[in-house]
């Protein structure tokens, strides 16, 4: 079963720099994506990155393109996001998800209905 476990949110000032981290276990197969998403309080769920385990593509949202980057360390079955440059609108709870077969996935890797698993999210605060 596949598993997907978020850690390293917390609070930071305006200007800080945060790396999450995604754990992944359970796939069967390496053609798969992860993707980050966050949702604020009162807002839909937003897809702010996405990687494809398999030969590294990215995706970023126009929100946080060139302040935060994803990467994969596929020794470790790990995703992460580093953010840097935070603002107080990156305030959110955090979640990575995984979309089983890359293939396909193209610009629909910003929708929540594209992935198939998800984990239990991490809180980032960032104060003014």
């Known amino acids: 079963e596949v598993q997907l476990v978020e850690s390293g949110g917390g609070l930071v000032q305006a200007g800080g720099s945060l790396r999450l981290s995604c754990t992944a276990s359970?796939?069967?197969?390496?053609?798969?994506?992860i993707g980050w998403f966050r949702q604020a309080p009162g807002k839909e769920r937003e897809g702010i990155s996405c990687?494809?385990?398999?030969?590294?593509?990215?995706y970023y949202s126009e929100s946080v393109k060139g302040r935060f980057t994803i990467s994969r360390d596929n020794t470790k079955n790990m995703v992460y996001l580093q953010m840097n440059s935070l603002k107080p609108d990156d305030t959110a709870v955090y979640y990575c998800?995984?979309?089983?077969?890359?293939?396909?996935?193209?610009?629909?890797?910003?929708?929540?209905?594209?992935?198939?698993?998800w984990g239990q999210g991490t809180q980032v605060t960032v104060s003014s």
């Open positions: 359970g796939f069967t197969s390496d053609d798969y994506a």
């Open positions: 990687i494809s385990r398999r030969d590294g593509s990215t």
């Open positions: 998800a995984a979309r089983l077969m890359y293939y396909g996935l193209g610009l629909l890797w910003k929708y929540p209905r594209s992935y198939d698993y």
